[in-house]
C-alpha cells in the first residue's frame, strides 16, 4: 500500500471521526473528572489555657524536665548520657537501669567476674523496671548484695543494641555508692564511687563517660519528666517501650478524668479527684498508634489534674504528638493553674 | 476452485490477487513463500483462511460468505496463525453451514503462546492453558487485569486500597504467581503482589492463564501459575482508529484511544488514555476515604516489522500513577490531617526477533527493560489555611525502585516427526533500592538454560519433558525438572498431566530488608534458601461441536506442595527482633468441575472448584477448605447486534493460619460473598460504535467479615474491602 493511499485512508477515518464525535460528545464530562479542592476549616479557639510542646525529637531521644510552676523546661538531657541511677536519700540502696532504652539485667549469681563468661539464658532470667509494676525491679536493693550483675545496655536512639556490662555492687552507705564495672570484650574491672546528692531523687552513672553524671534538676523544682519508658503488657506478657510522662516520685500526685470537660475543671473538681502518686498516673495512654493509618491519635478527653510538691494544682490535656511540620515526637498539652 | 486468504486480507475493490497452481486464487496483501507450505492440504471445494487471531472483524466475515457464494465452497480451512508462524498441525476445517459469527468465537482453534514452542492451538497445547479473550469481556466493561480475572475459576482477588489488586491461584499467593506482558516478566511488587489494578486493559488482545509451574521456561516466581497478558500488535485494518469512554456511577471517568496503521511490511500501534476515579466510602463524609482516590495515565507504542523469514517487534509502555490518600482530621481540633502520596511510575520496553531458518528451525530473541518507581510521600496538612509541608518522620518518605534487565532465546526445531525441541536461554537482572533495603542499594542476577523435547509418542500422545538450571548470584538455584503429558483420547476427550517443580528466589526485600528504629527491628536474611515446590495437575476436557452447537466440559485435579516457605517470624523473643526464615511448609490441593454450553445464539457456563490449604506447622497440619461456584449467562440478538451477559461468582469463606506474635497458631479468615454482574451491549452505526451499559456487584457487596493478622495487637474480627457496592456503568467503543 502506498503512502498516497494511506494519506486517503487517514483522511477517510477523519470523516468518519467528526462525525462519530457528534455523537461521543454527550460522554464529554465523563472524561474529564478531576479532584475537588477542599474546604478550609475554621481554627478553634484557645481560650484562657496556655499551649506547650515538648520536643522529644521523632526518636524519641530527649528525657525531659518540667515545672508546671515554672511553665518551662528546667532541663534535658539525651538518653544516652547515663545507664544506671542511684537512690540519692539518706537511706537511698536502690539502682535502677535506664529504662528508656530499654535496659535489663540480671542477677548471675556469681561473684567473681572471670566465673560470667557469656549471656546464653541471659533473656530468659533478665529483668526489667517497668513504671506499672515497680515491685519488680531489675537491680533494685543493693544492700547485702556481692553478686554479679549482667545488663544489657539496650538500645540507642537508632535502635542499635549497646552491649553488656557487668556489674558488681560492693557496698552503699549514707553519703556514696561503690561499684565494679567490666565492660564487654574488655579485661579491665573498674571501681566507681558514686555519691549520694540529697537534693536530688537519684545520682547517675554513666558508662560510656565511666563517671557520676548530673542528669536530674533538684527535686523540688519539677513535676513531669517526658521520657520513654518500660510498660509491661500482660496476655501475652509483653514488655513494651512507651513514650509518656512520669511524675516527679517526690511528693507529686495525679489524677486521670475523662467524664469531665476539660473547661469545666475548677479547683474544687480538682479537690475531689482521687490523686495518686504512681509514677504512670499521666503515662502513655493519652496516645494511641493507629496501624491502619500509621498516625498517633490524641485522646484530648483524658484530662489531667497534678498536685506538685508544693500542694498547687494544675490541670492539663494533651492535643497533638506532631510538631508544626508534623514530625512525630513532640507532645503538646493545653495547661492551667486551678 | 480454492481460495486461499492470507493475513490482514481486507475486502475491497482493486484486490491483487495471484493465481497460484491449479485454480487457486490467492488474496493477500504480501504473499509469502512459508505461507504456501501447506498447500499440499488443500482439496477442492475450499476456502482457507489464515488469521492472526481467532477474532474477525466484521468486514471479513462479509468476504468469507461473498466468496463461498461465488465460488460454491462448502468447507473453510482455518489456518490458526498468530504473529510468529504456524504449521499445518493448527488447521481446523468447517462446514460452511455451521458459520455464523457467535460460532467463530466459541470453536475457532483459540491460539496459545505460553510455555509453547510456537503459537499452537488451544486444542493441542500440550501446557493446558486457559484463554480470555478480552472481545468476550466487552459487555461487562472490564478496565484492568483484576476486572478481567475476578470471574475466573481458582482465582481469587484480594484488595488492598494502598497496595492494590493481588491475586491467589490454587490456593498460593502473590510472590509465587508469574505476570508476563507479552513473555516479559513485570515487576515492582507490593507486599509480593504485582498491582493488577495497573494493568490496563486497553489494548490487551487476550489473557493466557496457565496453572502450575512453568519454572523451567520462566523460572522463579512462576510456581502456582503465569499469567501472560498478550497485547494487540498491529491494527486491525491498514488504518485503525479506537476511542472509548468508560464512566461508573461510584466515580470512575476513563477514556483512553489508539490509533494505527500499516504500511507495506511495517505496522505502527499507539495508544494511550486516563483513567480517573474520585474515591468513595460508605457512608464517610470527612476527607477520608476507604476507597483512595486514583488517577492513572498511560501510553504505548507498538512497532512491528515483516521481513519475510525475520519478524522485528519493537513495544514500549509508560505508566504512571498517583494514590492521594487524605487523612482523618486529627483530634481534637480537627485542624490538621496527614495525606500520603503514592505515586507509581513503570516503564518498560521491549525488542523481540523471529527468525525462521527454514520449515523446522526458528530462533525467537527477547531483550527487554522495565523501570518501576514508587514513592511515598507524607504532608502534614493544616486544614484551616490548607497549606502543607512534607514531613521528615523517619518512615514518612520512600522511594523504592526496581529495574530489571532480562532477556530471552530459545531455538526450537518442530516437524512434523516424532520429536520435536527447545533450547534457550534467560537472563534476568533486577536491582533494586529504597530507604529499608539494607545498604540501599542491591541487584540480582539469574542466569539460566532450558531445554525439552517434545515426543510425539503415537499420534495423540505427547510427552514433554523440560530441565533448567540456573546460576543465581544470590542464592543457591535448585535444578528444575518437569514433564507433561497430552492424551488425545478420542475426538472428543483430551486428558493432560503435568509434574514440575517450581520455585521462588527469595525477592531483594526478604534478602536486604532493614528496618531498625526504636520501635522496629526488622531484618532481611541474606542466607535465605529458595522456596522449592512440586506441583501435579491433571485436566481432562470434552469437547463436541455438533452442528451450531457446542459441547465442553472439563475436570481437573490439582496437587502443590511447597518446601522451604520463606516466613517472618520472631527471632530473639523478647528483643521483638524480626527477621525472613525458611521455615514451613505448605500444601495446596483441590479440584474443579467446568461446562458450557452454546445453543444457537444461547450461552451458559457453569463451574465449580474446591481447594484445600494445609498449612504445616512444627509437624502438625491445619487444614483449610474452600470452595467457589462460578455461572455465566449469554444471549444474543444477531440481527439487533445486541447481547446480554450475566456473570455470577460465590466464593465460600477462607479459612487460614498464620504464625502469630507470640509464635502461636492464630486461625484468619476471609468472609464469603457473591458477586454478580450484568452487561448488555449493541452496536451502532455499521458496528462502528458499540454501547454496553449494566450494573456491577448486583448484590450490593461492600465489605467482607475477615481477620487477616493474629497476634497481641489484633482486634477481634474486622472487615476488609471488596468492593465498591452496587454501581452502573456506561461504556462507548468507537472504532473506524
Redesign the interface.
Known amino acids: 500500500?502506498s503512502?498516497h493511499?494511506?494519506s486517503i485512508?487517514?483522511l477517510?477515518?477523519g470523516r468518519?471521526?467528526a462525525g462519530?464525535l457528534a455523537?461521543?460528545a454527550f460522554?464529554l464530562p465523563?472524561?474529564?473528572?478531576?479532584?475537588?479542592e477542599?474546604q478550609?476549616?475554621?481554627?478553634?479557639e484557645p481560650g484562657n489555657v496556655i499551649t506547650r510542646t515538648v520536643e522529644l525529637s521523632?526518636?524519641?531521644r530527649y528525657q525531659v524536665f518540667y515545672s508546671l510552676e515554672k511553665d518551662s523546661v528546667i532541663s534535658r538531657n539525651i538518653k544516652t548520657d547515663w545507664d544506671l541511677s542511684f537512690e540519692s536519700n539518706t537511706e537511698g540502696s536502690k539502682v535502677f537501669v535506664n529504662s528508656s532504652r530499654f535496659m535489663s539485667a540480671s542477677n548471675t549469681g556469681q561473684e567473681a567476674f572471670e566465673a560470667v563468661t557469656d549471656t546464653s539464658g541471659f533473656?530468659l532470667n533478665?529483668r526489667l523496671d517497668a513504671s506499672n509494676h515497680p515491685d519488680t525491679m531489675a537491680i533494685g536493693e543493693v544492700k547485702n548484695t556481692n553478686k554479679i550483675y549482667l545488663i544489657d545496655r539496650g538500645?540507642d536512639?537508632?535502635?542499635?543494641n549497646l552491649g553488656f556490662i557487668k556489674v558488681k555492687f560492693v557496698s552503699v552507705d549514707n553519703e556514696k555508692y561503690v561499684i565494679q564495672i567490666q565492660k564487654q570484650g574488655d579485661t579491665q574491672i573498674q571501681t566507681h564511687q558514686i555519691m549520694k546528692n540529697y537534693s536530688r531523687n537519684f545520682s547517675y552513672f554513666s558508662v560510656k563517660t565511666n563517671a557520676q553524671v548530673p542528669i536530674e534538676p533538684n527535686k523540688n523544682d519539677w513535676d513531669l519528666m517526658f521520657t520513654?519508658y518500660i510498660h509491661t503488657?500482660s496476655d501475652?506478657y509483653?514488655?513494651y517501650?512507651v513514650t509518656g510522662v512520669l511524675l516527679n516520685p517526690y511528693n507529686t500526685q495525679a489524677a486521670v478524668d475523662s467524664t469531665i470537660d476539660f473547661k469545666k475543671i475548677d479547683i474544687t473538681v480538682a479537690n475531689n479527684m482521687k490523686l495518686r502518686a504512681a509514677p504512670d498516673v499521666i503515662g502513655y495512654g493519652w496516645k494511641e498508634f493507629g496501624?491502619a493509618?500509621?498516625?498517633y491519635?490524641?485522646?484530648?478527653?483524658w484530662n489531667f489534674v497534678v498536685r506538685d510538691s508544693k500542694s498547687l494544682y494544675y490541670k492539663m490535656h494533651f492535643?497533638?504528638f506532631?510538631n508544626?511540620?508534623?514530625?512525630?515526637g513532640y507532645p503538646k498539652f493545653e495547661l492551667q493553674k486551678l | 476452485m480454492i481460495i486461499l486468504l492470507a493475513p490482514n486480507f481486507v475486502l475491497k475493490t482493486g484486490q491483487k490477487y495471484k493465481l497460484l497452481q491449479n485454480n487457486v486464487l490467492f488474496f493477500c496483501q504480501r504473499a509469502k513463500k512459508t505461507s504456501l507450505s501447506f498447500l499440499s492440504h488443500i482439496e477442492n471445494d475450499m476456502l482457507i483462511i489464515v488469521q492472526y487471531s481467532h477474532n474477525f472483524a466484521p468486514q471479513e466475515m462479509n468476504l468469507i460468505y461473498m466468496l463461498s457464494k461465488i465460488y460454491n465452497i462448502t468447507t473453510l480451512l482455518f489456518m490458526c496463525l498468530a504473529y510468529q508462524g504456524y504449521s499445518q498441525s493448527d488447521v481446523s476445517s468447517v462446514n460452511i453451514n455451521n458459520l455464523d459469527s457467535s460460532f467463530y468465537n466459541k470453536t475457532l482453534n483459540e491460539v496459545v503462546v505460553t510455555g509453547n514452542y510456537k503459537p499452537t492451538g488451544i486444542d493441542k497445547s500440550v501446557v493446558p492453558t486457559r484463554i480470555i479473550s478480552l472481545s468476550k469481556l466487552s459487555p461487562l466493561a472490564a478496565q484492568n487485569v483484576a476486572d478481567v480475572l475476578k470471574y475466573q475459576a481458582n482465582l481469587r482477588i484480594q484488595q488492598d486500597n494502598i497496595l492494590g489488586t493481588g491475586m491467589t491461584m490454587q490456593g498460593i499467593s502473590g510472590e509465587n504467581i508469574k505476570i508476563l506482558i507479552n513473555g516479559v516478566p513485570v515487576n515492582g511488587r507490593q507486599n509480593g503482589n504485582i498491582d493488577l489494578g495497573q494493568l490496563n486493559i486497553n489494548n490487551v488482545e487476550r489473557i493466557e492463564i496457565v496453572e502450575g509451574p512453568l519454572s523451567v521456561q520462566y523460572g522463579t516466581n512462576a510456581l502456582a501459575g503465569t499469567i501472560n497478558i498478550i497485547t494487540k500488535k498491529k491494527p486491525a485494518k491498514d488504518v485503525d482508529f479506537n476511542a472509548n469512554t468508560y464512566y461508573e456511577s461510584v466515580g470512575h471517568y476513563n477514556v483512553n484511544t489508539s490509533f494505527g496503521w500499516q504500511i507495506n511490511r511495517q505496522s505502527f500501534l499507539l495508544s494511550g488514555g486516563r483513567n480517573f476515579f474520585q474515591g468513595w466510602s460508605e457512608g464517610d463524609t470527612s476527607r477520608f476515604q476507604t476507597w483512595k482516590p486514583k488517577i492513572q495515565y498511560f501510553g504505548d507504542v507498538n512497532y512491528n516489522i515483516d521481513l519475510g523469514k525475520t519478524k522485528i517487534g519493537f513495544m514500549g509502555n509508560y505508566f504512571n500513577e498517583f494514590i492521594l490518600n487524605r487523612g482523618r482530621p486529627l483530634l481534637p481540633y480537627f485542624e490538621k490531617a496527614f495525606d500520603d502520596h503514592y505515586t507509581t511510575t513503570r516503564y518498560s520496553s521491549s525488542l523481540n526477533l523471529t527468525h525462521q531458518f527454514d520449515n523446522q528451525l526458528r530462533t525467537n530473541i527477547l531483550i527487554s527493560y522495565s523501570d518501576y518507581t514508587r514513592t511515598k510521600n507524607t504532608y502534614y496538612r493544616d486544614l484551616v489555611n490548607l497549606s502543607e509541608i512534607m514531613t521528615n518522620n523517619s518512615s514518612d518518605q520512600d522511594t523504592t525502585r526496581f529495574n530489571m534487565l532480562s532477556s530471552r532465546g530459545t531455538v526450537t526445531k518442530t516437524t512434523d516427526e516424532k520429536l520435536n525441541f527447545e533450547a534457550g536461554y534467560d537472563i534476568n537482572v533486577e536491582t533494586g533500592s529504597g530507604l529499608r533495603l539494607k545498604g540501599k542499594n542491591h541487584s540480582i542476577g539469574d542466569y539460566a538454560a532450558f531445554a525439552s523435547a517434545e515426543w510425539h509418542i503415537t499420534e495423540g500422545v505427547t510427552f514433554r519433558p523440560g530441565l533448567r538450571a540456573s546460576f543465581n548470584t544470590s542464592y543457591q538455584a535448585p535444578l528444575i525438572p518437569s514433564a507433561h503429558i497430552l492424551w488425545k483420547i478420542t475426538d472428543q476427550f483430551t486428558l493432560r498431566a503435568s509434574y514440575g517443580r517450581g520455585f521462588r528466589s527469595p525477592s531483594l526485600k526478604e534478602l536486604y530488608f532493614y528496618f531498625v528504629d526504636i520501635n522496629h527491628n526488622i531484618r532481611g536474611n541474606e542466607n535465605l534458601e529458595a522456596e522449592k515446590s512440586h506441583n501435579l495437575n491433571t485436566f481432562l476436557t470434552y469437547k463436541k461441536v455438533k452442528a451450531k452447537n457446542v459441547y465442553k466440559a472439563e475436570a481437573s485435579l490439582f496437587y502443590n506442595k511447597i518446601n522451604n516457605l520463606i516466613t517472618l517470624a520472631i527471632l530473639r523473643g523478647e528483643q521483638n527482633e524480626y527477621g525472613y526464615i525458611n521455615v514451613g511448609q505448605y500444601n495446596t490441593s483441590g479440584g474443579q468441575l467446568f461446562g458450557e454450553i452454546v445453543l444457537n445464539n444461547f450461552s451458559v457456563g457453569s463451574g465449580a472448584s474446591l481447594t484445600r490449604s494445609m498449612n504445616v506447622f512444627n509437624n502438625e497440619r491445619y487444614p483449610a477448605d474452600t470452595w467457589e461456584t462460578r455461572s455465566n449467562l449469554t444471549y444474543t440478538f444477531p440481527k439487533a447486534k445486541m447481547n446480554f451477559n450475566f456473570w455470577f461468582k460465590h466464593v465460600s469463606k477462607q479459612p487460614g493460619y498464620v504464625l502469630g506474635e507470640d509464635g502461636k497458631i492464630q486461625p484468619i479468615f476471609v468472609g464469603t460473598y457473591n458477586l454478580v454482574d450484568f452487561g448488555t451491549s449493541k452496536k451502532f452505526m455499521k458496528d462502528k460504535m458499540m454501547l454496553s451499559f449494566g450494573i456491577k456487584n448486583i448484590f450490593n457487596v461492600k465489605n467482607i467479615d475477615s481477620q487477616l493478622v493474629g497476634g497481641a495487637h489484633s482486634s477481634s474480627n474486622g472487615s476488609s474491602s471488596l468492593a465498591t457496592g452496587r454501581n452502573l456503568f456506561v461504556k462507548c467503543e468507537i472504532s473506524l
Open positions: 500500500m503512502f493511499n494511506l485512508s487517514v477517510k477515518v468518519q471521526l462519530s455523537v461521543a460522554l465523563s472524561i474529564t473528572g478531576c479532584l475537588k477542599e478550609s476549616v475554621k481554627p478553634h521523632q526518636d524519641y533473656f533478665r538500645f536512639e537508632n535502635g542499635d520513654q503488657f501475652p509483653l514488655p517501650l496501624f493509618n500509621s498516625v491519635k490524641i485522646y484530648a478527653h492535643i497533638d506532631y508544626d511540620k508534623g514530625t512525630k
